[in-house]
Each structure stands twice: as C-alpha cells, then as structure tokens.
C-alpha cells in the first residue's frame, strides 16, 4: 500500500505516494479508526503531495463515510485534514466534511502540510462531550 502512518503527539500523519486507490484510502481510514490511541487523537493529516494518480469508486467512498461516521461518535475532538494540489482530491475535503455530511468529523483542504498544521494549532480545543446529532 502506498502510504504511511506516522504517529504524532496528538494525531497522525497520513503520507500518500504513487497510485492510490478508493481501496487503500479506505483501508488506511480504518487502520486509524481500529488503533488504540484513536480516542486520544485530536487531528488526522492526510498528505497526498507525492500522488501521481488517485482513482475513488463508489463502495471505498461509503466504506470511508461508514468509517468516518463511527469514528465521530467514537472521537469528535478529532479535525480532519487533506493536503493537496490536485483538484479532485482536494475535492474530498468538500465531500466528507460537516456540512456535506454532518455526522462526520470537521474537514479541511491546504496546499501544503505547513498550512494545515497552522491551521490546526490556532483552531480552539472541541467540545469534549461525545457526538449528538440534532444539537
């Protein structure tokens, strides 16, 4: 698969490279999901800088909504971030965030990782209260 996990104090660090498929996204949203410092998480940084092609289809696309909204109800502390240049995974940020699909974790789209850790360090700490919908 054509990605790492690097483990950081308070997330982690996504690394994509190559081809990577709706399949391996997938794969690598529930890896997060199932480790056991999941709860302790307060962002994911999906860095896709060194994609040369990336292709989605529908069923990796739900497997990843399923995921991410299990994950809400798990950790909603955690904020979500996709780095990018190509437009369509930068698209993705649109897709899986709140307001396209409000039982998933905040979801945000940088250009390059130093913005996306700027961006998370002046962001407030959220609520610590478990996910509830209609509030």
């Known amino acids: 698969m054509p990605n790492e996990l690097i483990w950081e104090k308070g997330g982690v660090?996504?690394?994509?490279w190559g081809h990577v498929s709706g399949r391996e996204l997938a794969e690598s949203?529930?890896?997060v999901a199932v480790h056991p410092d999941f709860d302790q998480l307060r962002y994911i940084m999906?860095?896709?800088?060194?994609?040369?092609?990336f292709a989605m289809d529908a069923d990796s696309m739900e497997r990843i909504l399923v995921s991410r909204?299990?994950?809400r109800y798990t950790n909603p502390r955690i904020r979500v971030m996709l780095v990018t240049k190509d437009a369509e995974l930068f698209a993705l940020a649109?897709?899986?965030?709140?307001?396209?699909?409000?039982?998933?974790n905040e979801t945000?789209?940088?250009?390059?990782?130093?913005?996306?850790r700027a961006w998370f360090h002046r962001q407030p700490v959220l609520d610590h209260l478990a996910y509830r919908p209609n509030r």
């Open 13 to 16: 660090h996504k690394r994509f």
């Open 29 to 31: 949203v529930e890896a």
């Open 46 to 53: 999906n860095d896709f800088l060194g994609v040369t092609s």
């Open 69 to 71: 909204v299990g994950s």
């Open 94 to 104: 649109d897709v899986t965030k709140p307001n396209s699909f409000p039982a998933t």
């Open 108 to 116: 945000k789209g940088f250009a390059t990782t130093v913005e996306a």
